[in-house]
């Protein structure tokens, strides 16, 4: 295990769990039942990552991004994403003041901390592809001018996979921009029955309040940044994204940016669990998230009902791990 050995790091890893634990424990008082899901939608946010919630109809994908935004003291924009919706309500537009004389930009939805998508499958594939600039470069350009997005910056978008009526689906640029995909799953029975006694009466939502602050948060990833990857660890998911290309069961493997976000994410996974260095564990934790969604399985795949998560545990169990 030479190869991992953990450096010195300056990370103030007290912080970094006092701030991650608070927005935690606040989306679960709105989310029943579903600690693994907050804790990944806190793993992007420190990340500095966008998310993906993609699941059926009614299991609390617009309410886990709500809860998320309402945790901290931020500019928040929520966008009901529609067919009508114009790439102008996205980004903004320029207008004449007759007062001045001259044109003013005007701000549009995505200026803001945290960006709550619903339905993004909804919207044009132009409407789409107006979020691209901003998730990957955290600017928008508009009439030649180039505007600079506040931080940290999150897009947490919405999708309902079943229903293809009135949708179009995601291009693969717009999939590989988001960093993480997630499924939020039917709560148990026990979280159910918890759900039916205390939402009934009032929203959860309702009670919450700010735990922490924009500023708080971009100081952590600013600080998660720096977390120690050794040279070997580099290499190991560099293999992975690479497997993902010669997978007999895909089509389309892993792009060169899903490794630099897998790595991303093991960073900020490690750190909220307390570590100054990352381990394979944490990159195997959060293959998944990163790169299921980012994939494409080949017929033969799909014919044997093979998902691609499932693919990705497999090539990530074909891996072989640094130091072992």
């Known amino acids: 295990m030479s190869a991992i050995t953990p450096a010195s790091s300056t990370v103030d890893l007290d912080a970094v769990r006092d701030v991650a634990g608070a927005i935690h424990r606040a989306i679960t008082t709105v989310i029943e039942g579903k600690d693994d899901v907050a804790t990944t939608a806190v793993t992007v946010l420190f990340a500095e990552g966008h998310l993906l919630v993609e699941d059926v109809p009614g299991v609390g994908k617009t309410m886990l991004a709500k809860a998320l935004a309402r945790a901290i003291d931020c500019r928040v924009s929520r966008v009901q994403f529609t067919p009508d919706l114009l790439p102008s309500d996205i980004t903004g537009v320029s207008v004449f003041n007759q007062d001045s004389r001259e044109f003013e930009f005007r701000k549009g939805a995505v200026f803001a901390n945290v960006v709550v998508g619903d339905e993004i499958n909804r919207a044009s594939p132009k409407t789409q592809s ?3 600039e901003a998730m990957e470069e955290r600017q928008v350009t508009v009439d030649g001018t180039t505007y600079q997005l506040p931080r940290p910056f999150l897009v947490m978008a919405t999708q309902n996979p079943i229903e293809m009526e009135g949708t179009y689906p995601l291009p693969e640029a717009q999939r590989d921009r988001f960093m993480a ?19 009934g009466a009032v929203s959860p939502l309702d009670a919450l309040t700010p735990v922490t602050t924009a500023d708080a948060v971009q100081q ?3 600080a998660i940044r720096s977390l120690h990857t ?6 190991y998911v560099v293999d992975i994204v690479s497997a993902s290309r010669a997978h007999r069961m895909l089509r389309l493997g892993a792009s060169p940016r899903a490794g630099l976000q897998l790595l991303r994410a093991a960073r900020s996974r490690a750190a909220l669990s307390g570590r100054d260095h990352v381990l394979p564990e944490d990159v195997q934790q959060m293959a998944v998230p990163v790169l299921a969604h980012r994939v ?5 795949a799909s014919l ?9 545990r497999d090539l990530v169990g074909r891996t072989a791990v640094p130091g072992r």
């Open 304 to 312: 044997a009902r093979h998902s691609t998560a499932d693919l990705v």
């Open 130 to 132: 107006a979020l691209l």
């Open 230 to 235: 050794s040279t070997a660890l580099r290499q």
């Open 220 to 222: 952590q990833i600013e």
């Open 181 to 199: 995909r997630l499924s939020m799953g039917y709560p148990s029975r026990s979280s159910e029955l918890q759900m039916l006694e205390t939402h």
């Open 296 to 300: 494409l399985p080949t017929g033969e």
